[in-house]
């Protein structure tokens, strides 16, 4: 008999101890899992939420808090986790940790009273059964934690997170383990205590790499705006341009990413993607650090360092001097002919031509500002005034406009020369040449080409690639309508004024048709109020007026029926 109930206590101590082996093989494949998952967790607050959960669920602890070390020496409350009570604090949930840092250092003193503390000072695991009847340690905070509740905090596992330099950087706090098939409260046990370790050990490492990239990352996005606010602030008409664009850019491909019909319904975007977009918008015009700034800043057709329009004034003067002596001289003339009778004459001669000289220069003051299109009549009106003829200050004859200014002066739009915007054009492809030549990560591999397409056309005739539609990835022709719209509303241009929503939407209209722009993005953009949002953080209010959507070029809204 008793040698049968030695043997039914032998099995039952055998198939106790194959269920525990069987639960610590399930847990350590869990740990396994874990460590995998945290190493891949981009964001810091849902990290710690894992490492917290995970601590949880491998340990079958009902409560937990993570604690981080701070520069000031405090434990800081990050997350804290109670399942029983449902108390969800910290991390992605919204609600703030209310309660005050731990102090390490008391006086002067380590504060070995607190058990956090002391587990952060030490580097020990501190495994207590009973928080009431444990001595050496503070639970003053944890037992009034307890009156306000009604919870009973018992048995506490507490352990230091070290990273790979032995430094301490957190503290995992564990409270209630429940066994898991009677549900009571159990002390922590030592395998407990082991896979607490283990995972505090993976999790210290895979948050040090991922403050260690975000910093990193940080590091790199500043140095881009570093040197978007130099390019920004080489030149006070497009200030602000490297800022906005980036912000265009996200808001459309967002709205894309969220379209669930039409052509682009399988376009999606991970947060990888997004960064790497982000840091192209960032980046699309850092070329622009290449362009001289007369080029650049250059407000009118006579501009260089400075505008020669008043070079024309002095020499206006000049012939108006000219002509005044002239008058005189044939006055005298006239006098001593005894031909007092041409002097009326004579001053209307000298007034006519002080009129054509005065509208003359009225003319080529507005030819100089580029404002609106020249016409043939115009071009040909500033060949005639070349063709005056002014002494210098030299006493050498000259025409009255140098090659250089009936160059300039002739430019049909705008302000720029064929050659000057050949200079402000190679911006795009110093920027290629620049993000080409830098060795990306694999997760920024697209930098290069989703910022050096944004001046890319649908139909090929764009630069400096000439690429059509098919060859371009959706966010760079997003890139192209954020770069063109930015410039079409912006308001700190020198030779114009920031448009309009609805007069923007309509050149961006035409040019959806004309093969310009992305006609499936347009779409989106002027759907989804994309230039609506947009408006509202950078435009004047003057420029958000109402925008009828039946009147846009190129876009179809939706008709509901009833």
């Not at 050496?136 to 507490?158: E, H, I, M, N, W």
């Not at 209630?176 to 549900?183: A, E, M, W, Y």
């Not at 003319?363 to 002014?390: Q, S, T």
Request: with cysteine; glycine share 6%.
């Amino acid at each position: 008999m008793s040698s049968a109930v030695d043997s039914t206590q032998a099995l039952k101590l055998a198939g106790e101890a194959a269920t525990a082996a069987d639960d610590l093989v399930q847990r350590l494949e869990q740990l396994n899992a874990i460590g995998a998952s945290l190493s891949a967790e981009r964001d810091i607050n849902r990290l710690l939420e894992s490492i917290l959960v995970a601590a949880k669920t491998i340990t079958r602890a009902d409560g937990g808090t993570l604690y981080r070390v701070t520069e000031e020496q405090t434990l800081r409350f990050e997350i804290v986790r109670t399942s029983s009570l449902k108390n969800y604090l910290g991390g992605t949930t919204g609600n703030p940790v209310p309660f005050y840092p731990i102090q390490l250092h008391r006086d002067g003193k380590p504060n070995h009273n607190m058990i956090a503390a002391h587990a952060a000072l030490s580097g020990q695991t501190i495994n207590v059964q009973d928080a009431y009847t444990a001595e050496g340690f503070d639970f003053t905070g944890t037992r009034a934690f307890d009156a306000k509740t009604g919870y009973r905090s018992q048995s506490f596992l507490t352990v230091p997170m070290k990273n790979h330099e032995n430094e301490i950087i957190g503290v995992l706090q564990l409270i209630n383990s429940i066994h898991p098939k009677s549900g009571e409260i159990q002390a922590f046990s030592a395998s407990d205590e082991r896979l607490a370790e283990s995972l505090a050990s993976q999790a210290a490492i895979a948050l040090t790499n991922r403050m260690l990239i975000n910093q990193l990352e940080e590091l790199f996005e500043s140095f881009i705006n570093l040197m978007n606010t130099a390019i920004d602030e080489k030149s006070p008409y497009t200030g602000g341009h490297c800022q906005r664009v980036p912000t265009l850019t996200m808001m459309l491909a967002e709205a894309v990413n969220e379209t669930k019909a039409g052509p682009l319904k399988n376009f999606t975007m991970t947060d990888k993607d997004r960064y790497e977009l982000k840091i192209a918008g960032l980046l699309h015009d850092c070329g622009k650090v290449t362009t001289p700034v007369h080029v650049v800043d250059k407000a009118t057709k006579l501009e260089t360092i400075y505008d020669r329009i008043h070079l024309l004034d002095t020499r206006f003067e000049v012939l108006k001097r000219d002509a005044e002596i002239e008058l005189l001289s044939k006055k005298l003339q006239a006098a001593e002919a005894g031909r007092p009778d041409r002097s009326g004459e004579l001053e209307t001669v000298y007034r006519e031509r002080i009129r054509r000289f005065e509208e003359d220069r009225s003319f080529l003051r507005a030819a100089n500002i580029g404002g609106e299109a020249m016409r043939d009549a115009d071009i040909e009106m500033v060949k005639r005034i070349a063709e005056y003829r002014w002494t210098d200050v030299a006493g050498h004859e000259a025409s009255f406009l140098t090659a250089d200014e009936l160059k300039n002066l002739t430019i049909r739009a705008g302000t720029l020369t064929q050659e000057e915007r050949q200079i402000i054009n190679h911006h795009i492809v110093a920027t290629i040449k620049m993000l080409e030549a830098l060795p990306w990560p694999r997760h920024l591999k697209n930098v290069a080409e989703y910022a050096g397409g944004h001046h890319e056309r649908m139909d090929g005739k764009g630069y400096p690639k000439g690429l059509v539609r098919e060859q371009m990835s959706v966010q760079a022709r997003v890139m192209g309508i954020a770069d063109i719209f930015e410039a079409l509303t912006a308001k700190d241009r020198p030779y114009k004024k920031g448009k309009t929503l609805s007069e923007s939407l309509e050149i961006l209209g035409k040019f959806s048709l004309n093969g310009h722009i992305d006609p499936d993005l347009f779409d989106i953009f002027v759907r989804r109020k994309v230039y609506l949002r947009y408006a509202e953080m950078f435009l004047d209010k003057e420029q958000i007026d109402n925008v009828d959507d039946s009147k846009i070029p190129g876009y179809a809204p939706l008709v509901h029926q009833s």
